[in-house]
T-cell receptor, first 116, second 114 residues
């Protein structure tokens, strides 16, 4: 296993279109996170899964955003009716609460969204 | 809500010198964890070092060490013998104990100059 992978790496879309990002976590990791990062800012929490259950969703996330993690493996993040303000890097991270766990997140390289 | 503040947007250091990045946080919790993550240009973010709040001893990982001042809610990162590969964005992060959400600061862009 080579780590967390995200696809696509870069997506350019027109305003109003729907986009979907996929994240494949490290195989034994049962926790999966989505973060959004804009230029010059730190990652902003969007949502978090433990196995297939979505346990928390940021209040900042509009109804246009939805995330799923069927069967507790890969996850998808869909943005409907994209707006220019959605342009950002979308980061996926995973973790596993094994012995000595203290919150380390393993990140993917991110999916960059550009909304024209 | 917890907040993490990094007041140095950019810093530079000469190769082989030492640099300290600052971070302060605000929480009413007593059980929590603090982290420094590194994000090299166009590469994924990786964990540099972590500190459990209940531990008084400052964490150390090779050239990286922290100065954890719990009463002052301060968590600085010291990089000794800076190397060109240390050039990156550095993010301070906070996680409440027993909870899984990690909150990040705005980051410090570190440039190591040859």
């Amino acid at each position: 296993d080579t780590g967390v992978s995200q696809d696509p790496r870069h997506k350019i879309t027109k305003r109003g279109q729907n986009v979907t990002f996929r994240c494949d976590p490290i195989s034994e990791h049962n926790r999966l996170y989505w973060y959004r990062q804009t230029l010059g800012q730190g990652p902003e929490f969007l949502t978090y899964f433990q196995n297939e259950a979505q346990l928390e969703k940021s209040r900042l996330l509009s109804d246009r955003f939805s995330a799923e993690r069927p069967k507790g493996s890969f996850s998808t993040l869909e943005i409907q009716r994209t707006e220019q303000g959605d342009s950002a890097m979308y980061l996926c991270a995973s973790s596993f609460p094994g012995q000595g766990f203290a919150g380390e997140l393993f990140f993917g390289e991110g999916s960059r969204l550009t909304v024209l | 809500a917890q907040t993490v503040t990094q007041s140095q947007p950019e810093m530079s250091v000469q190769e082989a010198e030492t640099v300290t990045l600052s971070c302060t946080y605000d929480t009413s919790e007593s059980n929590y964890y603090l982290f420094w993550y590194k994000q090299p240009p166009s590469r994924q973010m990786i964990l540099v070092i972590r500190q459990e709040a209940y531990k008084q001893q400052n964490a150390t990982e090779n050239r990286f060490s922290v100065n954890f001042q719990k009463a002052a809610k301060s968590f600085s990162l010291k990089i000794s013998d800076s190397q060109l590969g240390d050039t990156a964005m550095y993010f301070c992060a906070f996680m409440r104990g027993g909870y899984q959400k990690v909150t990040f600061g705005t980051g410090t862009k570190l440039q190591v100059i040859p």
